[in-house]
């Protein structure tokens, strides 16, 4: 049973198009994120929830939305997609935005804007 | 600003043999996490061990250990009898314990395995 399950793992899209990518946890925990993952392997955070709650914006363009209808899901959704949004995105969760036993990351989705 | 520097990109590492993996950060806060993550070719990322860094002892698991200098700011890790699957990317992270909410990752280093 996959704690923190990302959905699509791949997407190829083309310019201008807009896409979701779907997270969800079954652990229970409070704090959901969103970290995209560079060609050169470089992670970074983008967004954290918790309990619905935006609490972290990592000045990312607003073509990036996320949405986290309950604390055990957090979507993402971006519009016109561009060639530079081509990445892996994860999500992950933990406990509570202390994130002091970790995180819980899902498989990734690896986006490819053409 | 926190951040973490892993000064290795790639090693390399025979079969059954130990292998160091280092790490530091820059930080002015007293109380914070440290953590080792292990990226595998099928992209998942995978927590391999975890510090408080108010503990002065070093975390182990299993084949892996970690030597932690708070005053150096150093937290490194240790594979023992290294195995093919440790094979990956590795990456040092770090979380404060105050409120600033995110795992902050260094740029990684690549492990290689030679059987």
């Known amino acids: 049973d996959t704690a923190v399950s990302q959905t699509p793992k791949y997407l190829v899209t083309q310019m201008g198009n807009d896409k979701s990518i779907k997270c969800e946890q079954n652990?229970?925990?409070?704090?959901m994120y969103w970290y995209k993952q560079d060609s050169k392997k470089f992670l970074k955070i983008m967004f954290s929830y918790n309990n619905k709650e935006l609490i972290i914006n990592e000045t990312v363009p607003n073509r990036f939305s996320p949405k986290s209808p309950d604390k055990a899901h957090l979507n993402l959704h971006i519009n016109s997609l561009e060639l530079g949004d081509s990445a892996v995105y994860f999500c992950?969760?933990?406990?509570?935005?202390?994130?002091?036993?970790?995180?819980?990351f899902g498989s990734g989705t690896r986006l490819t804007v053409v | 600003a926190q951040t973490v520097t892993q000064s290795q990109p790639e090693m390399s590492v025979q079969e059954a043999e130990t292998v160091t993996l280092s790490c530091t950060y820059d930080?002015?806060?007293?109380?914070?996490?440290l953590f080792w993550y292990k990226q595998p070719p099928s992209r998942q990322m995978i927590l391999v061990i975890r510090?408080?860094?108010?503990?002065?002892q070093n975390a182990t698991e299993n084949r892996f250990s970690v030597n932690f200098q708070k005053a150096a700011k150093s937290f490194s890790l240790k594979i023992s009898d290294s195995q093919l699957g440790d094979a990956a990317m590795y990456f040092c992270?770090?979380?404060?314990?105050?409120?600033?909410?995110?795992?902050?990752f260094g740029k990684g280093t690549l492990l290689t395995v030679n059987p």
């Open positions: 652990l229970g925990h409070d704090t």
């Open positions: 992950a969760s933990s406990h509570n935005m202390k994130g002091n036993y970790g995180y819980t």
């Open positions: 930080t002015s806060e007293s109380d914070y996490y």
């Open positions: 510090q408080e860094a108010y503990k002065q």
């Open positions: 992270a770090y979380q404060s314990g105050g409120s600033n909410y995110k795992l902050t």
